[in-house]
């Protein structure tokens, strides 16, 4: 088993920012990937950001030059930065450890609200 905790979602006005975090039991390292994905309603989670195991980033085309996303494996804690936010971005945001088996690990969600 592994605990993914998220945090810092909030309300933001349009074009301001936010940054999520998300804290793992387990290592980091040595996985096939972390990532975030959202859930608005009545919409399917999608892929937000991911970095796999070797460092290299994915970003929705949505999030692209607005959207970070870094880890610190030390702290087994993965970040995502969030600049420009629009109220697109308004969803339910969750962290995910996905092992080299692909077995998925998710967190609890943290809701990030923009504002127009």
């Known amino acids: 088993q592994v605990q993914l905790v998220e945090s810092g979602g909030g309300l933001v006005q349009s074009g301001g920012s936010l940054r999520l975090s998300c804290t793992t039991s387990r290592s980091i390292s040595n996985i096939y990937a972390m990532g975030w994905y959202r859930q608005a309603p009545g919409k399917q989670r999608e892929l937000v950001a991911r970095?796999?195991?070797?460092?290299?980033?994915n970003y929705a085309d949505s999030v692209k030059g607005r959207f970070t996303i870094s880890r610190d494996s030390v702290k087994k804690t993965v970040y995502l930065q969030m600049n420009s936010l629009k109220p697109d971005d308004t969803a339910v945001y969750y962290c995910?450890?996905?092992?080299?088996?692909?077995?998925?690990?998710w967190g609890q969600g943290t809701q990030v609200t923009v504002s127009s």
């Open positions: 995910n450890w996905r092992g080299l088996d692909a077995d998925d690990y």
């Open positions: 970095i796999l195991s070797g460092g290299i980033t």
